[in-house]
Structure formats: C-alpha cells, structure tokens
C-alpha cells in the first residue's frame, strides 16, 4: 500500500464465464455501507455464482476488510476498459452487484473466492476515493408490475432456455438441473440466471443489470436468448454440414482405395512406384545415352523399386532420374548450312557492323566447309546498345538451332555454373544442364550474357568455374555435380558478350574468339532507327505510320542532338517518349494525325542535350582522343603558364595513375629536347605550368594521351596555336617513341562525330587501321608518327 495521496494501481478483476451451481441466498441484511472492486469482461449479476480471482498486492486490504466489516459482502461495479494507469471514481458506473464471498484462498500472488451474486445497488456517495474504494449504497425497490404478464415472460424465457440446451451441447446436463431450481414465481432471478449464461457482451449485461423494472429486464433477456438460440442453430448447420463433407470425402477415399486393390488384383493398373519405374524406362528408352549414363541409370532405376514411396529417399531418387531422362543425350538438331540464307538474316536484324557481320560468315563458312560448328567460343565486346545480345540471336536463327540466354551478372555461387550436390533437398544441376534439359538439344546456341561482370564470394568464384566450360579441349568431358556423369557440351555454341575486357579474367578470355563491336556512326544509326527502331515501336503501342510519322532530317537531329553513344538504346528510349506524348495528343482529340518534324521535335523532348561540338583552341590547346566503355570521344587538354617564379606543373581534371606518369613523362621529354623543339632554354627554369583536361568531374585513365600532353607543352613554350580541326592519339616514351593504342575504331568515329577532318595515329596501329571499313576513314586525312618528332612536324611545320 502507498500512502494516502498516491492512488493504487488496480488489479482489474475478469469475471469467469463459467456457470457454477449454487443455492440462491436471500439476504435479510442490506449494508448501506460496502467495498468496492471493479471487474471487466462481464458485469457480475444476481443469482450467478462463479469464482473470481483478484491481485493479492492490490486489493487484500479491500477482502479484508470487507470480510471484518461487511461480513464477507462485497461490492463488484462492472468497468468496460480501464485507460490509463489508476482506477478513479469517475469510471466506475452507478450500478452494481453486491456478493458474498466464500472460500477465500491464496493462490501464489493471487487471491481466490467465489462471489455468490445477492443483489443490485446504485452508488449514492464514494467515502473514499481511493484503494479500498468505501461506497454509501441503495437498492432497487420491487416495483408493482402484472404478475400474469411476468409469468408468461418467465415461462418464455424458460422454454427458450431449454431449446438453446438442446442446440448447443456446450451447455450440459449439469446446468439443466439448476434450470430446474427457478420457477416461472420468481421472475427476476430467472432473468439474471438466463442472461448470464449467454454469450452476450459486457454492455448488454450491464444494461441488464440497470433496467430496475423486472418486465423490461425479462424483455432485453428475451432478445439476447433468441440471438444465442440462432447462433446455435447457425452452429449447428456448420458442423453438421462439415460431418457431411467429411463422411463424403472418407467415402470417395475408401471407394478409391477399393478401386485401386480391384485394378492391381486384375492387372488392370499399378501402384506409383511401379508406374514411375515404368514412366522413367519409356523416356530413357526414346534417348541415345552413352554406356556411363545407360549403368548410373539402371543403378538408380533399381534404388527407387526397392524404396518406400515415403520415404525422403524416394523423392530424391525419383527426381534424379526425371533429370536424367529429362536430359538430351544424343539428341542434335541439324543445322542450316545455307551460307547466303546466314548473310541474309543478319542483313535484316542489322545495320551497319558490316566488319562484324564478315566474320560471323567466315565462322559461317569455316564451320559450312568441315560441317562441324563446334570448338568455337565467340565473344563480343562493346558499349551498351550495339546489338550484342540480337547478334547471338540472329547467329541461332541463322544456324537453325534453339536458342538459350542467361546472365552471368552479379552471379557468385560457382554452382550455379556446376550444379549442387545432392547431399541437401533443394538441390539442382546447374544452369547449363538446365539450357540442355530446356532446349531439348545437345547442340543449342547458349549465350552467357555480361562474362565481364561475374562476382565471386566465399561460395565460390563462378568464373573460375568457366574455364572447364569454355574450353573445346575439356568441356567435351563436362561433369555437372548433382548429375554426377561426364557430360559433352563439345556440340554447343557458346557465345558471350561484354561491355569491357578489364574484369575477365585472362585464363577465361584466353579460351574466347573475340569480335569487336565499336559502335555506330550517324548514318547507321539513321537506318537502325528507321528500319527497325520506329516500326517495331509503333508495333508494340498498336499505332501504324498513318496515325504518327517521323521525318529522317528529324532523326538526324535526335541523334546528334540527343544520343551521341555508341549504341541505339537511348535511341528507342527518346522514340518511346515521342511516341506516349503523342498518343496523349490523340486521345484527347486534338490531332487524328501527327508529323514529328524538326520543328516540333523541341516541344517532345526539350532542348537538345548536346549541341555541335566546338573544338577548343589556341595556345597550349590541343585535342586528344579516348576509348570509353560507352565508345570514344575527343579529350581537349589544356595548358598554361601559371608564373615564372619557380619551375613545375600540377594536373587537374581527375586523371588516374597512368595518365598522371603519361604528364610527367611528356613534361620531361619536352624539357630535355627543348633545341630540337626551338624552344627558349630557358623557358622551363622559371616557368610553372598547368595541365587541365575539361570535364573535371569525370575520371580519365590510359596512356593514349601521351603525345597529346606533350603536343600541349610544345604549343605553350613556342606560342603557336593549332588553327585547324586535328586530334590525335598515342602512348608516348620518354625517350619520344610513339607506341600503339587501342580502340582506334571508336576513336575515329568520335573524331568523324565533332566534324575532325585530321587525326594523328602511332604507326603501330597501321594493321587495325588497313582492317577499318572505307565509310569510317572517308573524309579524314590520317597521319602515322613513329616518333614525337614525326608529330611534331605534321602539327607545326605549317604553322
């Protein structure tokens, strides 16, 4: 107990809905004076008898002294919820039911007794406002009603008590005696008795519990009984409708376990295990399987006839065997070897890549002449949007062979590639049996897409799982770990497709015929997005070229003024938004028909993104040409005099290592032959220079702008500007060798794209060059440097 100012926390008690027996108790002694709990659930009424349990800490003092000072009679005062922390006098309602209390007993921290229901009261004065609540009290007075009126009700009440018996086995044989005890002369205690062993809620009974006319309680009683009696009947209708289901269904399964015998005794059906054995045979027969496979399955076939159909075992072994004899051995389509049919299909799917195109045919060609198109593994490398992934399709059309996809991005699990053991449940070949099992050939075209992003983690290094896959000399012996047997993918045409060559691991790329896939200039892109690109977009929005027209000079300008990459992806992206602001435009009536033209290609997609590329020039201003994984692009580098005070050079623009050594390689060269450069000797003994390459927040890396850092110091010292378009590209020594690069292709398309009509190349790069197409090098006069001093006079000579 706290002190006098602190209100105890109450300890709620919740009435029992159980229904005890008991002898109804008149009590002659009516206190004006009682003690007080609250209750939940269910308000306590008179003539219940039920055992109610309450906290010992809370309210001991409140039992204890009712039991001193009421002679065991207690107040109970129904609360629907308690908010908060305390019980206040305020929550308590007006009505209430006093008890008696009997076999008062601890039980662990509780306190028990059962509370036999007397009478109702109303609250007239709380004399104590707190734990143990003291309450002044009156009683109901019997009031003068029409006794026949009470009589018809009770016998009511009573017939409807004993039809809910009978609906309800809930309600047992127990309680029908003490229904016996009422009669229809004692109406009140009859409607307190038949309310409480409803399932009414808390506030119905509590309303009850209020109504001080005994007429209007047998009425409210009335109603709650007739709800109670069509629950029971709703009830009643459920399970009985159940039992029906239920005796049905053991029915139909003893019929169907008859049946079963009947069929097995005439030979007329047999049971799962032997129609699975069965099952699995005729598929194994209808396949070419090698001697090892022909054993490993007789071996399991055997297993699965001797276990239980139950067991974990069974399902194992069964879904092994629907691997086995799900699988292709010795299953091959044949394969087109129509050459002009090849040239044909890869015509149609592609513009431009006429490079790319002439060595799929020779692979073609080689593979037409020995009539074998395995040991090849082709790989594809180029920026997004090329064709890629279209190009293997084509390749499998043109073959005549099936054709399966999966990407190697972000995969980490090597079983993936080799399968799973089968030492867990869940486990499955992996994705190579699976494109053989899909397929249905030993011999499909399998593209493993995105090679250059494989993971790796403590589960394995998947790429390292490739090596076996990949290698004519070893994948003929291919051994998946959930199947178990050496399997010959010797037949198959891997082909795989990257974006760079950086992250394959060399093992890996050593085992690929790699084909280069550079790009697209602006007239190519022109005729993809003409002839494929917008047809098969309006195909997909269900539009024809009646509804909505694209004009080429409007194509041209979405290309050079809004995708410069080197693929066509973001080509279709700007089509598709053209194409959903137009059928806006139609459906809300405005146009039946639309142009796209020059004009109104701004009002669907803004201002041009890029606008015509001015070359930066001037002193010390020269440009350069870079590979990027998006294709090439020109690289202007700058340089300027800071000061004279003390002599060196700092580098902005978030240049890797590489280009960080190719500056100071150029910075050295150049000082250390200032004479053969006419440069003053003294220039670089004060001078502190500053080399810039523009987008600053872009990081660049590579040694190919060697020459074009040194071109850049030698326009500073000798204060002449290049006056024409001209860009070049090159590793640079430091003794002035000029030694080959890569990408030549992409770079001279990104020169072709900012109108450079002269392009500086390391004679080292001659044999990629010769293999160029004429429509890239058409227009540009090309120059080749074996050494600085070659650049320096095809840059300065004229000038």
């Known amino acids: ?146 006794e026949d009126e009470l009589k018809a009700y009770a016998i009511a009440i009573i017939n409807a008590i004993k039809k809910l018996l009978t609906l309800n086995p809930l309600y047992s044989e127990d309680l029908r005696q003490y229904l016996g005890m009422f009669s229809p002369d004692q ?94 045979k005729d598929k194994f027969e209808k396949l070419n399987p090698p001697e090892h496979v022909v054993k490993r399955f007789e071996e399991e076939i055997e297993k699965l006839a001797v276990l239980e159909t139950g067991s974990s075992e069974y399902g194992v072994t069964r879904n092994y065997l629907d691997w086995i004899t799900s699988f292709p051995w010795g299953v091959y389509s044949r394969d087109n070897i129509d050459i002009k049919r090849a040239e044909k299909i890869l015509d149609r799917d592609h513009a431009g890549l006429l490079d790319v195109k002439e060595r799929i045919v020779e692979f073609f060609a080689a593979g037409i002449y020995k009539k074998d198109f395995s040991g090849s593994i082709i790989l594809f490398v180029g920026p997004p949007g090329v064709g890629k992934t279209s190009i293997g399709k084509s ?55 995105e090679v250059d992003k494989i993971g790796s983690s403590y589960q394995g290094d998947p790429a390292s799982a490739l090596l076996e896959v990949l290698d004519p000399e070893q994948n003929s012996e291919f051994l998946d770990h959930y199947m178990d047997l050496r399997i010959d993918l010797s037949k198959v045409l891997f082909i795989c497709t990257a974006n760079q060559l950086d992250t394959i691991p060399r093992p890996l790329l050593d085992r690929m015929d790699r084909i280069n896939l550079s790009g697209y200039i602006t007239e190519e892109k022109i005729q993809i997005a003409r002839k494929h690109l917008w047809p098969k977009l309006l195909k997909r929005n269900k539009l024809t070229s ?15 003024g809004f995708a410069r990459e080197a693929g066509v992806r973001n080509i279709e992206k700007l089509f598709n938004k ?61 340089a300027v005099k800071v000061h004279g005070k003390n002599p060196g050079f700092k580098l902005t623009g978030k240049l890797g290592e590489v280009m960080q050594e190719s500056a100071a390689i150029a910075y050295s060269h150049v000082r250390a032959n200032l004479a053969s450069f006419e440069i003053d000797k003294k220039y670089f003994d004060n001078a502190f220079i500053h080399i810039h390459v523009p987008e600053g927040a872009t990081p660049k890396d590579g040694p190919s702008a060697g020459i074009t850092i040194t071109t850049a110091l030698v326009s500073l010292a000798i204060r ?67 050494k600085y001093k070659d650049v320096f006079k095809i840059v300065f000579n004229d000038l």
């Open 1 to 146: 107990m706290t002190d006098d100012n602190t209100p105890i926390t109450p300890e709620i008690v919740e009435a029992d809905n159980g229904k005890k027996d008991g002898q109804l108790v008149q009590q002659s002694v009516k206190p004006d004076i009682l003690y007080l709990i609250p209750i939940t659930g269910r308000p306590h009424l008179p003539a219940q008898v039920q055992p109610l349990m309450v906290s010992k800490k809370r309210w001991e003092e409140t039992l204890r002294k009712a039991s001193k000072d009421s002679k065991n009679l207690l107040g109970l005062s129904y609360l629907k919820e308690v908010k908060g922390k305390y019980v206040y006098k305020e929550n308590f309602p007006e009505v209430g039911c006093i008890v008696r209390m009997m076999n008062i007993v601890d039980v662990q921290e509780n306190i028990q007794f059962i509370a036999q229901g007397l009478e109702r009261f109303r609250i007239k004065q709380f004399l104590s406002d707190k734990p143990p609540f003291v309450v002044r009290v009156e009683y109901f007075e019997k009031t003068k009603e029409n």
């Open 187 to 280: 109406p009140s205690p009859l409607t307190d008795f038949a309310a409480g062993i409803t399932t009414a809620s808390g506030d119905d009974l509590q309303e009850v519990l209020e109504l001080s006319s005994v007429l209007d309680r047998m009425k409210k009683v009335m109603l709650l009984l007739q709800k109670e009696i069509e629950i029971a009947k709703l009830q009643s209708k459920i399970q009985k409708d159940l039992n029906i289901q239920m005796d049905e269904s053991k029915r139909k399964f003893f019929l169907k376990e008859q049946l079963k015998a009947i069929q097995k005794e005439l030979g007329l059906k047999k049971d799962d295990k032997t129609s699975d054995v069965d099952k699995f």
């Open 546 to 560: 009646k509804e909505i027209t694209i004009t080429d000079p409007t194509i041209r300008l979405l290309i050079e």
């Open 395 to 449: 390749i499998a059309e043109a073959l005549g062979r099936k054709f399966y996809r999966f990407s190697l991005g972000g995969m980490r699990d090597e079983a993936e590639i080799k399968g799973h053991r089968r030492t867990y449940v869940g486990a499955l070949p992996g994705k190579l049996v699976q494109a053989l099992k899909d397929t249905q050939v030993a011999n499909p075209v399998i593209m493993l897409d």
């Open 578 to 638: 053209i194409i959903r602001k137009s059928i806006v435009t139609l459906l809300k009536g405005k146009k039946k028909k639309i142009r796209i033209n020059i004009k109104s290609l701004e009002d669907y997609l803004g201002p041009p993104v890029f606008k015509d590329e001015k070359q930066i020039s001037g002193v010390g201003v020269v440009t350069g040409l870079a590979w990027t994984q998006l294709g090439g692009v020109t690289l202007p580098i700058e």
């Open 720 to 786: 002449k500007a290049i006056d024409h378009p001209l860009a070049m590209t090159g590793e640079m020594t430091l003794t002035g060798e000029v030694l080959p690069v890569g990408g030549i292709k992409e770079k001279i398309i990104a020169a072709r794209r900012s109108g450079i009509k002269e392009i500086i190349l390391p004679e080292g790069c001659k044999p990629d060059f010769k293999k160029l197409p004429e429509y890239i090098k058409d227009g540009i006069t090309f120059h080749f440097a074996k």
